[in-house]
């Protein structure tokens, strides 16, 4: 008896008649795009389970370059600097999904991309703690003075010690306010309990009371917490209401003696407002890993030392960095072999293509 033909997989015969597919059937492997540079192993992952295109630079894309290489891939794995623009998402026919190197997807209009059908993915949890160490490590930078010691030892400038040089302010016991208590902001105050500081925070959606009891939160308004707190750091996501959320006006709240610490995002600080600000002593200091327009630096920032600048790697720890590249692949994968990505933003698009199907 001859066998019946089985049925065609209509979802996979969609797939390959995606336009540009045409040289790929060969090998029966959906394409990929790497847009820069990422840990090893992730591309030996991604290069099991598809064609790859992999832009082995630092350099990155412009949006016609992206456009142009992106045809015929099913699958991006994007970095922070890859913009995708609602014009740039209109021009990515075929694509499945974007699968961010990062937790934060600003880079990416999602309400766009659901409207077209495209998944996002990120790569949460994974450095939530080693951005947490990042920033307790630019507040006590900042505090305690460690660069400038740095650049006075290094100088030849240490010749004597003296009951006042390079003085700083204590950590212990003082107060941390912590704008956007989510993941990592829950984790930067586990940090900061074990300087015996009493922790204030503000954010849109309070913390659950079990994570407020164990952490020993205090809820305050945005207002009470610029006005209180002798460190203020910053963990909120970038979108219309965070951007500029800290400005001229908040900056004048703050103590004299206070430091800014910010490891979220660069616009979320008007930057040369913050410059004005450290200049004329408004704030006593700032650790800062993201700026407004990277990799530019506002010009008086660099002219400052009461700022500690840092090329924004808080969390650029070898083990992190090379998770974050192996989940974004994870992802990409999964989309593109049918199965749900774990860290998708939209789960909608998921939703009503299952629903089709």
Known sequence: MIPSPKKPNLAMSALYAAPGMCDNLHSMKPAVLVTKRIFPEAIAYLKEHAELDYAESDDGMSAGELAARIRGKQAVVSQLMDKFSPEVLASLDGIKV????AVGYDNIDVPAATRLGIMVTHTPDVLTDTT???AFTL???AARRVVEGHHFVHSGQWTKWRVDLLVGQDIHHRTLGIFGMGRIGQAVARRAAGFSMRIIYHDARRAPEAVE??????PVSAEQLLREADFV???VPLMAETRHMIGARE????KPTAILVNTSRGPVVDEPALAEALEQRVIAGAGIDVFENEPHVH????KLENVVLTPHIASASVDTRRKMSMMAAENAVAAIEGRRPPN???PEVWEKGAASA
């Open 132 to 134: 947490a160490d990042f």
């Open 98 to 101: 974007i699968a961010n190197v």
């Open 139 to 141: 507040l006590m930078a």
């Open 233 to 235: 750091s910053l963990h």
């Open 344 to 346: 998708l933003l939209n």
């Open 213 to 218: 009891k164990e952490l020993g939160l205090e």
């Open 299 to 302: 010009p008086l920032l660099l």
């Open 251 to 254: 900056l004048r709240m703050m």
